[in-house]
């Protein structure tokens, strides 16, 4: 853990879905329970805060440059940076107990999320695909708990999370068309072992996932085997991305929430932000929108 630094005391009560900015040198990410989107400029400790009035999973950067599209309770936003919200479309509205949770964009700017459903019952969490015209499409139904997403370098792979079973799936991905396929699992990680939480992909193609309640961050080959294990000190640790100049730094969101004040006192990181230098680099945040707008 010496290797694990303190790099901002976000106070986040469940801090998620770090994205990295590359063209403004930003960190982004959302405290979901107290419904903020958060960026804060690389090198100071000018953390710019948009409440959005409601749970937000996930925001993404838009290649416009001029705000973010987020998942929320009751559907997708558009958001600008001064939180106004430009364009609104529903999804799972309908079932109350449902959230949207951990969102990414994929090489063509369209933005992927899961639902959450915070009570006890069967799964039924979807996986969406909103368009760059926020057109919404489900393409993975019965999921137990939808959680982290990402892609392999050469985009032929999908990865996503279901917590609620400790695994990490793989499919073959059609960047074109968007298609998924021939899903299996490829991580299985015991429930002892804390559950597997968001992701991130190196530029090697390893996968990264950060284990709630397992006090670490894992580095699994693109062939499902473990590589190596970073311990933190906080229990939950909640996503990570690769940001910083030169992509080589791991940038590591965290949670308060459910921490009784015994567990806060023993962990006095819980809600901030990490960071960790592994000695690889990682691959670009893709924006929403629009394709060719990042680097590969």
Not at 30 to 44: K, N, P
Not at 220 to 230: M, N
């Amino acid at each position: 853990m010496s290797d694990v630094h303190l790099f901002f005391e976000a106070c986040a009560t469940l801090g998620e879905g770090p994205r990295w900015d590359h063209r403004t040198n930003e960190l982004h990410w959302v405290d979901i329970e107290r419904g903020e989107i958060h960026r804060l400029t690389y090198g100071s400790d000018e953390d710019r805060v948009v409440s959005v009035g409601q749970s937000v999973g996930s925001a993404v950067p838009r290649c416009d440059g001029d705000g973010w599209i987020a998942g929320l309770r009751d559907g997708i936003a558009l958001f600008g940076h001064g939180g106004k919200v430009e364009r609104f479309v529903p999804v799972d509205a309908e079932r109350t107990a449902h959230r949207m949770n951990d969102g990414v964009c994929d090489s063509s700017g369209r933005f992927w999320t899961g639902s959450l459903n915070e009570e006890e019952g069967p799964a039924s969490d979807v996986l969406y695909r909103v368009g760059p015209d926020l057109s919404v499409h489900e393409m993975v139904q019965g999921i137990g708990l939808s959680n982290g997403l990402a892609w392999s370098p050469d985009d032929q792979t999908m990865y996503r999370v279901d917590s609620a079973i400790g695994t990490v799936f793989r499919s073959d991905f059609l960047a074109r068309s968007a298609t998924l396929s021939h899903e299996e699992p490829l991580i299985v990680i015991n429930a002892t072992l804390g559950e597997p939480d968001g992701i991130t992909v190196d530029a090697d193609g390893y996968i990264w996932v950060a284990l709630w309640d397992g006090w670490a961050l894992r580095r699994y080959s693109p062939t499902g085997e473990l590589d190596y294990e970073v311990s933190v000190p906080v229990a939950r640790p909640t996503s990570c991305v690769f940001g910083g100049p030169d992509l080589d730094t791991l940038f590591i969101t965290t949670a308060r929430t459910g921490l009784s004040e015994q567990d806060l006192v023993a962990q006095p990181w819980a809600g901030h932000i990490l960071s960790y230098t592994p000695g690889v680099v990682g691959l670009p945040t893709r924006f929403f929108g629009a394709s060719g707008t990042f680097p590969r």
